[in-house]
């Protein structure tokens, strides 16, 4: 697994791609121009095939996004329902 952001840990945000898979590759250029919106989201990338944690994949369907261990995205993905999620989860924390 490869972190790609380490500034902060508080939104863990893992993608499982599959090499060779154009929607991965989309997906990951969207979750990666994230990070500039959202600075406390931490990125890491997983290829399916050097994980022996394929069990996140549900049944090999890339991209697979986990966000703090929860399943947001399975085979698809929308940048703007994930924004929508990821701001209403740091307005959460400010009130906290």
């Known amino acids: 697994m490869e972190n790609i952001n380490t500034d902060s840990d508080q939104?863990?945000?893992e993608i499982?791609?599959?090499?060779?898979c154009n929607f991965s590759y989309?997906?990951?250029?969207?979750?990666?121009?994230?990070?500039e919106q959202y600075?406390?989201?931490v990125l890491s990338v997983v290829d399916i095939a050097d994980s022996g944690a394929n069990r996140?994949?549900?049944?090999?369907?890339?991209?697979s996004?986990?966000?703090n261990n929860k399943l947001?995205?399975?085979?698809?993905f929308s940048a703007e329902t994930f924004h929508s999620r990821l701001s209403s989860m740091s307005s959460l924390e400010a009130i906290n």
């Open 26 to 35: 989309e997906t990951l250029k969207s979750l990666l121009q994230s990070r």
């Open 11 to 13: 939104i863990n945000v």
């Open 65 to 67: 996004i986990w966000v």
């Open 72 to 76: 947001w995205f399975l085979g698809s």
């Open 56 to 63: 996140q994949t549900l049944g090999g369907i890339t991209p």
């Open 39 to 41: 600075p406390e989201m």
């Open 16 to 20: 499982i791609i599959r090499d060779g």
